[in-house]
């Protein structure tokens, strides 16, 4: 299974990217996919994230009403950031969980929930 993440690059604040992540050699079942970003010097964090078929959605707070995250049935996961700003900035990582539901336990960014991960895609956004 591999996970492959494109998108990222230099906005300015105020921009907007889309980020795409597409699952690969997974057979058939199902995955909750989610976005997590680290920025220099601090520790990774959960940013959005979507159950395995696509009805239930959620997002860190610093996020909400700027960023949307979609996926299809193909298993590839979107995350369309708006409104983009400088504290943004990061390497932003898709993950894919084996199970229908965010994350473990009620976590919905909790690592345990996440079985695979992909390499990262740098956002700056920087004027």
């Known amino acids: 299974v591999q996970l492959q993440a494109s998108g990222g690059g230099l906005v300015q604040p105020g921009g907007s990217l889309r980020l795409s992540c597409q699952l690969s050699g997974f057979g058939s079942g199902y995955y909750s996919m989610g976005w997590f970003r680290q920025a220099p010097g601090k520790e990774r964090e959960g940013v959005s994230c979507i159950s395995a078929t696509g009805g239930a959605t959620y997002y860190v707070d610093s996020v909400k009403g700027r960023f949307a995250i979609s996926k299809d049935i193909k298993n590839t996961v979107w995350l369309q950031m708006n409104s983009l700003k400088p504290e943004d900035t990061a390497v932003y990582y898709c993950?894919?969980?084996?199970?229908?539901?965010?994350?473990?336990?009620?976590?919905?960014?909790?690592?345990?929930?996440?079985?695979?991960w992909g390499q990262g895609t740098q956002v700056t956004v920087s004027s």
């Open positions: 993950a894919a969980g084996r199970r229908h539901d965010c994350g473990y336990n009620g976590d919905y960014f909790d690592d345990r929930g996440y079985d695979y």
